[in-house]
């Protein structure tokens, strides 16, 4: 039987801002999902599947970083990604399905990370370094970035 993880209050925040994005998500309606955000950009389905590549690659960094003490790692070229994946061909409720599953494993990682490793040193490209904390907060910043994108004239931005 293994024992709970005493959450750190980065992971009780990680856990309550996936939380309010995934319900914001969930009350968008299914007929925007091809429309692009503005002219030229991605579709409200581009995005959110961009959102499941950051998931996945800091899903590596989070685990990375927590487990070796440190973590150094390539940027990702988000167009290629966003194309290989075929985001744009996928139903909405699929991605949103991805979505949630992705987020869950995050959560159960981040829940998992000791306090001490929340301080360790994490190299993204060329990027100066920041901590794991850094990582962890800004993955929520870039969330909450997209998601104005994926609301634009819905929602008071």
């Known amino acids: 039987m293994s024992v709970a993880p005493v959450l750190t209050d980065t992971a009780l925040k990680f856990r309550a801002d996936l939380d309010e994005i995934q319900r914001t ?3 968008l309606p299914v007929a925007l999902a091809d429309v ?10 581009q995005i959110l599947g961009h959102l499941l ?3 996945a690659n800091n899903r590596q ?3 990375r970083a927590s487990t070796a003490g440190a973590y150094t ?24 399905g991805w979505w949630q599953v992705e987020h869950e494993i995050l959560k159960t990682v981040v829940d998992r990370i000791p306090e ?10 060329d990027d100066p370094p920041v901590t794991l904390r850094f990582l962890i907060e800004e993955y929520i910043a870039h969330h909450n970035w997209h998601l104005r994108q994926i609301t634009a004239g819905l929602v008071a931005d």
């Open 25 to 27: 998500l969930g009350s």
């Open 116 to 125: 001490d490793r929340l301080e360790v040193t994490c190299l993204v490209g």
């Open 61 to 63: 960094r989070f685990v």
């Open 53 to 55: 590549d950051s998931a």
């Open 73 to 96: 790692g390539p940027f990702y070229d988000q167009d290629a990604w966003v194309a290989a994946h075929g985001y744009a061909t996928l139903s909405w409720e699929t991605l949103l």
């Open 36 to 45: 692009p955000w503005r002219d030229g950009g991605w579709t409200r389905k």
